[in-house]
């Protein structure tokens, strides 16, 4: 079975680990040698960011990191048995960004990375090589090889009582990271994804996939910025797989983050619902033919099978489980007959 996976960071890297669980593989490490089976994630670039020089990309090191083992589970983010050495320096002279820290172990990873892009190796090139000290198991594709970037535009925190605010443009990880998201947003959108294309097998992967997972990434910054790369949608629309996706929200609720900010900026409802009808029926011009909601929240989509199973990814056992149903459901399915 070849399965093809869109995802963003750190909760999609935990849908990653079910999905090799589900696969009978161990969720930490290389892909067995007999494995007959091969995935494949299509990874969100749009959240990468260039600090004090160094070309970092959040949700391909969340998905290394937590596929191959190295990842820091307590954090949620970075490597394990970090040091703070080169930050602690950077810092004392005034040359940090300090809502963004990193490790020297993952500042290490950011200096090949840009070393190789500046010797001209295009991004997709530089994971491969990357991954391949890893062992992740995973193939990992970003979803393209151009440099594209969500910026949210905000009102300027007032500097003064009674100042009148100005709009401006942050870089998402700003927003994200250094704001946490407080900041309301008139509008998020994806700089450069015009001009992008798809990286290389992106297409490839889901034109010869057996199934196609939408993983429980954020709906708007991780999912919608895949999207967003010409010819992704349509790709997935004319795939001969069937594509299940799984509600990011649980209860009115998302699973972490702040989904629940970023679809309000788009008019969006913060409900498993809402989200299913973001996606919409492939029938219908969407890219759903099934859809995974928490127990108790079904509710009829024309074209989408709507199922419900346990969501919550406490382990990669737990999300084997939620994978299996996908894969099940997926048997079901006659996606260009839109059942």
Not at 136 to 158: F, H, K, N, S, Y
Not at 319 to 331: D, F, K, P, W, Y
Request: aromatic share 6%.
């Amino acid at each position: 079975m070849n399965i093809v996976v869109l995802t963003g960071g750190v909760g999609g890297a935990k849908f990653l680990l079910g999905v090799k669980s589900a696969l009978g593989w161990s969720p930490f490490g290389d892909r067995p040698a007999s494995a007959r089976d091969h995935v494949a994630a299509v990874v969100n670039t749009a959240d990468d960011i260039r600090l004090n020089g160094l070309q970092i990309c959040p949700d391909l090191d969340s998905c290394m990191y937590t596929l191959s083992g190295a990842s820091d589970l307590a954090r949620g983010w970075g490597q394990s048995d970090e040091t703070w050495v080169v930050s602690t320096e950077l810092a004392a002279y005034g040359a940090d960004a300090p809502w963004f820290s990193l490790g020297d172990k993952d500042i290490a990873t950011h200096i090949v990375r840009t070393r190789m892009l500046a010797e001209g190796a295009p991004l997709s090139e530089v994971t491969a090589a990357l991954t391949e000290r890893r062992r992740t198991g995973v193939q990992l594709l970003p979803m393209t090889d151009g440099r594209v970037a969500t910026v949210v535009d905000v009102d300027e925190p007032a500097l003064a009582i009674g100042t009148a605010p100005a709009r401006i443009s942050l870089h998402f990880q700003e927003w994200w990271v250094r704001y946490r998201a407080t900041l309301p947003p008139h509008r998020i959108r994806v700089d450069g994804a015009e001009d992008s294309r798809p990286a290389p097998e992106v297409l490839e992967a889901i034109e010869a996939a057996d199934l196609i997972l939408i993983a429980p990434s954020n709906p708007v910054v991780s999912i919608g910025t895949i999207l967003s790369v010409p010819g992704i949608r349509s790709a997935l629309q004319a795939a001969s797989a069937p594509i299940i996706g799984v509600s990011p929200i649980i209860g009115g609720a998302p699973l972490r983050g702040y989904a629940d900010v970023c679809l309000a900026a788009i008019n969006v409802a913060c409900s498993a619902e809402g989200v299913g009808r973001l996606y919409g029926a492939r029938a219908e011009g969407g890219i759903l033919d099934g859809y995974l909601v928490a127990p108790g929240e079904t509710f009829k989509l024309p074209g989408v099978r709507v199922v419900e199973a346990p969501l919550l990814m406490t382990d990669p056992a737990a999300t084997a489980e939620m994978v299996r149903q996908c894969i099940e459901l997926g048997a079901l399915m006659d996606p260009r007959a839109g059942k």
